[in-house]
């Protein structure tokens, strides 16, 4: 016969001392009493003459519980004490049968914790960490071994960003070639969302850089097992156009005085993108030590230049990039707070920068429409395409095309790259100092300029 009730159970008390205890209410159920009193239903029994104890799950008070009582609840959830002496009684009936439960209940959390480690994430955390040398440290901080896998790094983020909100808590088995696909489309077609309903940033080159990433994973892991098999990726890469665009004078002008009144390191990272023709990712992760003085090899006065590892390029070897005076004055106005210039905390470098651009795009189409109330915003156009535009720059202030190329930080190749080994150091100061001068001339026309241009 039953002994406790709902108004007996919340009077349980926490006993002197650190130490739990149990309140039997029959057929085997007890109320556990933690040292904290938390309260708790746990069933006790005999298999082989060796005592077992099986916790059923938290007691749940009254006023906890909705109206309509749940009608699945299984081990472990918190119940009512109708529900835990149904399961007791449950339990008790198991082993009349010959059945421990305790040992289906470990079976079961076996299979949860097997499937839980066999999400297409928990494969990819595995994969970098064997392929790309990835290392967490205590503060959640991630890094990765260059020298395992140069792409590390940006694989990562491109999964977080892109693959993790659709496949990552997919088991591996159950991704299909469909599932990709289906995910494709949406990532090409800029349709894509994260976990907060937001449009994630897409197009054909994201899409065949996320399937990039996904299928080396999805074909290590097939390596790695003998039953899995990855789907089949053919027919699935997506058609790419070469971009081309590139900011004409007019957007320029808009761009840069923007840039200048936006507060903060983003506009100044705009103008050092597009007076050194570097990529993003370099530019943003720039650390105080890469930048430094040396004595120039013509005029022998001092120069400053920046040398990018080769940890941090797409080219392998160190690329020592002049800065010009004007790239200078940027990075002087930014507040020296940390190892990285382009930083908010000191701490970490500027990313997330679709957020970043979304931000300024709306200042810029604010600054258009100071002029005219009717105007629309600029044509589309990414941070990268400020490299694009750099080297066309450089190509109308009359720098000779390999220079050029090597301010974009393209080494010379084939047999040239075998017996040119001339730095070119000479040639991209002077590169970068009449790109600096163009850009100037561009984004603060003078009167004198329109009247030659009239003529």
């Given at each position: 016969m039953a002994q406790l009730t709902d108004i007996a159970i919340r009077n349980l008390k926490p006993k002197a001392g650190p130490k739990a205890?149990?309140?039997?209410?029959?057929?085997?159920?007890?109320?556990?009493?933690?040292?904290?009193?938390?309260?708790?239903?746990?069933?006790?029994?005999?298999?082989?003459?060796?005592?077992?104890?099986?916790?059923?799950g938290?007691?749940?008070?009254?006023?906890?519980?909705?109206?309509?009582?749940?009608?699945?609840?299984?081990?472990?959830?918190?119940?009512?004490?109708?529900?835990a002496r149904k399961l007791a009684a449950d339990i008790m009936l198991q082993l009349n049968r010959g059945h421990d439960p305790a040992v289906a209940k470990r079976d079961e959390v076996q299979a949860k914790q097997q499937a839980a480690e066999n999400t297409f994430r928990s494969v990819a955390e595995r994969y970098f960490t064997e392929v790309c040398g990835m290392r967490v440290d205590a503060d959640g901080a991630v890094t990765f071994n260059r020298e395992m896998k140069r792409s590390g790094s940006e694989q990562w983020r491109t999964l977080k960003r892109q693959v993790f909100p659709t496949l990552g808590n997919k088991p591996l088995e159950a991704i299909t070639k469909a599932d990709i696909r289906e995910w494709l489309d949406k990532l090409a077609k800029g349709k894509l969302r994260n976990d907060e309903g937001q449009i994630i940033e897409g197009g054909p080159v994201a899409a065949n850089r996320a399937l990039a990433a996904v299928r080396a994973i999805l074909l290590w892991r097939e390596e790695q097992s003998d039953v899995y098999r990855a789907p089949s990726f053919r027919g699935l890469t997506r058609d790419e156009k070469a971009r081309e665009r590139s900011l004409n004078d007019d957007e320029l002008r808009v761009i840069w005085k923007v840039a200048s009144e936006t507060t903060g390191p983003f506009g100044l990272f705009l103008k050092f993108l597009l007076l050194t023709a570097s990529r993003r990712t370099e530019a943003s992760a720039m650390t105080r030590s890469e930048v430094t003085e040396i004595v120039g090899k013509r005029n022998h006065e001092k120069e400053v230049i920046w040398t990018l590892p080769a940890s941090r390029n797409k080219a392998g070897k160190d690329l020592v990039r002049p800065l010009s005076k004007a790239a200078i004055d940027v990075l002087n106005e930014l507040p020296n707070i940390g190892k990285f210039f382009f930083t908010t905390d000191g701490e970490t470098p500027i990313s997330g920068y679709a957020l970043w651009k979304r931000q300024f795009d709306e200042r810029v189409l604010a600054e258009l429409r100071r002029a005219d109330p009717k105007a629309e915003p600029l044509p589309h156009f990414q941070l990268h395409d400020f490299r694009r535009t750099a080297r066309s720059l450089l190509s109308r202030a009359g720098v000779s095309p390999d220079v050029a190329e090597q301010c974009l930080g393209h080494l010379v190749t084939g047999i040239r790259g075998v017996y040119d080994k001339h730095d070119f150091l000479q040639e991209k100061h002077e590169a970068y100092e009449a790109l600096a001068s163009l850009i100037e001339r561009i984004v603060t026309p003078t009167d004198t300029v329109v009247a030659f241009r009239k003529a």
């Open positions: 205890w149990e309140k039997p209410d029959g057929r085997g159920l007890y109320v556990f009493v933690g040292v904290t009193g938390a309260k708790s239903f746990v069933c006790r029994y005999r298999v082989g003459g060796k005592p077992q104890k099986l916790t059923i938290r007691w749940l008070p009254p006023e906890e519980r909705s109206a309509t009582p749940p009608t699945d609840v299984r081990l472990g959830d918190p119940m009512s004490l109708a529900t």
